[in-house]
């Protein structure tokens, strides 16, 4: 495998479903992102992750609860989802942030529908 | 106000000829990074080409280049030799001062190439 993956591609459920979302990367990178993309919406950054440690957290509601238990690894878990929640979620990752505005590689993305 | 601009929310272009995808930026930050991405229709977004608000040249990689015009604050991609593969959805994003974690999006501009 190379570069980022991200796994389910495509995932359906219910609003009282629990169910995570895996992200991981190949490159060697210490940086990892977690971003929705909503029809009618910019790319909005949800979470930050650098060296294992949360670096950002740009407001998410609970509901989305994100885990990073290495730097190639990062999973968002999902709970009592609402419809509008309903996007595509994209994973990327970098060299550290901190030395430098390094460039993201993004994964394919995990198309989630709540119903 | 938002920090990055993109008013073209589509372009075509005919094939083997150049395009500019227009952005302009706000940041009272001296130290900031500017990127254009390219999102195909499969979803995965794929980083183009990288200007530092330091460098005193113009960013170009193969066919990309990019316009910075510091005191105007854009930063526009230029496409060469338009293919009918650049057909995609593309993003200018910013990363801006020490919080270099945190990127802003614009809203994306849709490109056509017609043959």
């Known amino acids: 495998e190379t570069g980022v993956t991200q796994t389910p591609r495509h995932l359906v459920m219910g609003m009282t479903n629990k169910k995570s979302l895996k992200c991981e990367q190949h490159?060697?990178?210490?940086?990892m992102y977690w971003y929705k993309q909503s029809a009618k919406k910019p790319l909005e950054l949800m979470f930050v992750?650098?060296?294992?440690?949360?670096?950002e957290n740009n407001s998410v509601p609970s509901r989305f609860s994100p885990e990073c238990p290495n730097s190639s690894h990062l999973f968002l878990h999902l709970h009592t989802l609402q419809p509008e929640d309903s996007a595509l979620y994209l994973c990327?990752?970098?060299?550290?942030?901190?030395?430098?505005?390094?460039?993201?590689?993004f994964g394919p993305g995990t198309r989630l529908t709540v119903t | 106000a938002q920090k990055i601009t993109q008013t073209q929310p589509g372009m075509f272009v005919q094939e083997k000829e150049a395009v500019t995808l227009d952005c302009t930026y706000d940041?009272?930050?001296?130290?900031?990074?500017l990127f254009w991405y390219k999102q195909p229709s499969s979803g995965e977004m794929i980083f183009l080409i990288y200007?530092?608000?330091?460098?005193?040249q113009n960013a170009t990689e193969g066919r990309y280049s990019l316009n910075f015009q510091k005191a105007r604050k854009s930063a526009n991609l230029v496409i060469s030799a338009s293919q009918l593969g650049d057909s995609a959805m593309y993003f200018c994003?910013?990363?801006?001062?020490?919080?270099?974690?945190?990127?802003?999006f614009g809203d994306g501009t849709t490109l056509t190439v017609k043959p």
């Open positions: 990327a990752s970098s060299q550290d942030p901190g030395q430098g505005y390094h460039e993201q590689y």
């Open positions: 490159l060697g990178h210490n940086a």
């Open positions: 992750y650098n060296f294992k440690e949360q670096t």
């Open positions: 940041t009272s930050d001296p130290s900031y990074g």
């Open positions: 200007q530092g608000s330091y460098d005193q």
């Open positions: 994003a910013m990363r801006e001062g020490t919080n270099a974690g945190k990127s802003t």
